[in-house]
């Protein structure tokens, strides 16, 4: 089993509408959460980052962190077609010698004018 | 401000051979991790490099080697390449906080292709 598990979807909805994109993970000492867009053939982009259990909002952006369930959520608001892509969650524990980022295997997003 | 780059952009090599990546970090940043994105999946993180040591690795094998440079810079060195190899070989780099990861920015990447 996967410390991160990600559906890989794609997810397709029409212009406007709100995504909701998950991850689930079994790693309980995971304390940080971002959630990152890759562009197809590009490197990833940081879009929120968030620390232990709660909500953080940006913008149309809004990431919610369950640790209780161990379930973290990207909303965006009002999606436009220039969000298509991949959104890829990342998850890190705390203390020395523990800062990798493990991802999930993304979700493909798509957004439909 | 310059973000994180890398290079070269795409690179071709055959199996046995050795291959040399570099990163620059962002501005201001001191800490460089590695990570290898296979097709449809996420990045697999390598190792990562602070005061020009090695502080952290990843599940990959001695063939995988880096450096980090006083000026912060850093190279990943992969020898004897096999097909499996093949990815985009990404650069992030972040300010080093006590406990935690900053926020790691990425570079656009190296498509490494082993032929």
């Known amino acids: 089993q996967k410390e991160v598990e990600q559906d890989p979807g794609p997810l397709s909805v029409p212009e406007g509408a709100i995504v909701s994109l998950n991850c689930t993970y079994s790693?309980?000492?995971?304390?940080?959460f971002m959630w990152y867009r890759q562009y197809s053939r590009k490197g990833p982009e940081l879009l929120m980052y968030t620390y232990s259990s709660g909500n953080k909002e940006d913008g149309r952006f809004t990431a919610q962190v369950d640790k209780s369930s161990k379930y973290i959520s990207l909303f965006i608001r009002d999606s436009q077609p220039s969000d298509s892509a991949t959104y890829l969650c990342a998850m890190s524990a705390i203390g020395p010698g523990r800062r990798a980022l493990t991802f999930g295997s993304g979700t493909r997003l798509q957004v439909q004018p | 401000d310059a973000g994180v780059t890398q290079s070269p952009t795409h690179l071709i090599k055959t199996r046995g051979q050795q291959v040399t990546l570099r990163c620059s970090p962002k501005s201001g940043h001191d800490t460089v991790s590695w990570y290898q994105q296979a097709l449809g999946q996420g990045p697999q993180f390598i190792f990562q490099y602070y005061e020009e040591e090695e502080r952290q690795r990843g599940n990959f094998p001695d063939r995988f080697s880096g450096h980090q440079f006083p000026n912060y810079s850093s190279e990943l060195n992969v020898n004897a390449l096999l097909l499996g190899d093949s990815a985009l070989y990404l650069c992030a780099s972040d300010l080093r906080l006590a406990g935690g990861p900053g926020e790691q920015f990425f570079g656009p990447g190296t498509r490494l292709t082993v032929l």
């Open positions: 790693n309980s000492a995971f304390q940080y």
